[in-house]
């Protein structure tokens, strides 16, 4: 049963695409998420400027996207109850792979890596796999012990280093510093699929005005 899990991970796990990700594009800094696709539905949100969402086509309302937003800037966990859905119009879509590429030098982002170890880390193991680690879910693997851990995050606007909380980076594993880096206005966002060759996740970093804005996590 769990090969036949991660089979179906890979699969699911290679039809994904950037084109899941998106930011608005709107001239007043905002755009509103409606609870059903019409114009004159209720505003249960407000998107701003360069806050990642994920999204869907809509086949039956073919002038509406079906987005789904985090309840919490940093996507501490990725569960259904963690987001919630609302409809934007698609003329307000702005997909992250659309952006401006990013190959400048006033903004820099780096992962401190090291080979991963068991001690010292209070781990849950559902028989012989691995479900949790210092009681957080394990974004990386699909239950093997993970190779590689972030012991930091080194990174910085126009010379100014920005601090990111261990917090944010003791559940992901499997990383590496190959990203892509795309600019929004004045804002940057890092992105890049992690995987052991299963447990894949997407990971969008979202830094601007000398501090991190946002962190997004999707997973198959």
């Not at 001239?27 to 249960?44: A, C, Q």
């Not at 820099?108 to 080979?115: A, I, P, V, W």
């Amino acid at each position: 049963m769990k090969n036949y899990l991660i089979i179906v991970s890979i699969i699911f796990f290679c039809n994904l695409n950037y084109g899941q990700v998106a930011v608005i594009k709107d001239v007043d800094g905002y755009t509103n998420v409606r609870k059903l696709p019409k114009i004159d539905s209720e505003v249960i949100y407000k998107l701003r400027d360069s806050e990642v969402f994920s999204y869907q086509e809509n086949e039956t309302a073919s002038d509406w996207i079906t987005v789904y937003i985090s309840k919490n800037k940093y996507q501490m966990e990725c569960g259904e109850d963690d987001t919630f859905t609302g409809y934007i119009h698609k003329s307000r879509l702005y997909p992250i792979e659309d952006l401006n590429k990013y190959n400048g030098t006033e903004f820099s982002f780096e992962y401190k890596l090291k080979e991963f170890s068991l001690e010292n880390k209070i781990s849950d193991f559902d028989g012989k796999w691995l479900t949790k680690i210092n009681g957080r879910r394990i974004y990386g693997t699909d239950g093997n012990i993970p190779k590689t851990e972030v012991v930091g995050i080194e990174t910085s606007i126009n010379g100014k280093s920005i601090e990111i909380p261990s917090i944010l980076y003791e559940d992901i594993f499997e990383c590496d510093n190959v990203f892509e880096i795309n600019k929004n206005k004045d804002d940057y966002i890092v992105h890049q699929w992690n995987s052991d060759g299963a447990g894949g996740y997407l990971i969008v970093w979202v830094l601007g005005n000398e501090k991190l804005k946002q962190r997004l996590i999707l997973i198959p």
